[in-house]
């Protein structure tokens, strides 16, 4: 069973059933993965974590990224056109939790999604190929659809890949990347 229903209530439950320390380990492994990646010059979307689902802290990578001569941009989301908007980066004071409880910008400098040049992704799981399963609405198959063909898209993965997610179509943008705490997957 396969489906991204069904593994989306999967991975959901395993997540949850992490405590604080692991995760952090988890954050620690998947940041120490970014070495051969150079983001130098480079814009760099990051989304920023929702602490209640128990997503990998991005902001360890925020500021490598930033250190490393990197821009940053995160999003906006628009829930009735089920949109991003891109800002850049300029630290913790311009972030709000909306009634999500995802933490977005709330002023700032926007960012041309065309001049993106690499994109952390969100994801539930992923398999073998490269497919994930995010949360659902279609946020950020929307967002990469817009992407330029040679922006690199890298997962954050709490997990190693499964075999297969038998339930991919069209609409689904693949990874080029997917960074573990043990390891980092190439799909390209």
Excluded: W
């Excluded at 659902?136 to 898209?153: A, E, H, P, T, V």
Aim: proline letters at 4%; one cysteine or more; hydrophobic letters at 35%.
């Amino acid at each position: 069973m396969n489906k991204k229903a069904d593994l989306r209530n999967l991975y959901k439950k395993k997540r949850n059933l992490l405590n604080s320390e692991i995760l952090d380990q988890i954050t620690k492994n998947c940041v120490e993965q970014l070495n051969p990646f150079d983001f130098k010059g480079k814009i760099v979307s990051v989304f920023l974590p929702i602490q209640k689902f128990n997503e990998i802290d991005t902001s360890s990578i925020i500021q490598r990224i930033i250190k490393s001569g990197g821009t940053v941009c995160v999003s906006r989301s628009d829930f009735k056109q089920k949109t991003m908007e891109f800002f850049i980066y300029q630290g913790p004071a311009q972030m709000q939790e909306n009634r999500f409880g995802i933490p977005e910008p709330s002023y700032g400098n926007s960012c041309d999604i065309l001049k993106i040049d690499y994109v952390f992704v969100p994801l539930l799981c992923f398999d073998a190929a490269g497919n994930r399963v995010g949360y659902g609405q279609g946020f950020y198959d929307k967002f990469l659809s817009s992407c330029r063909d040679n922006c690199i898209k890298i997962g954050l993965s709490h997990f190693d890949p499964i075999n297969k997610i038998e339930d991919c179509n069209e609409m689904d943008i693949k990874l080029d990347f997917c960074i573990t705490p043990n390891k980092t997957y190439a799909f390209r």
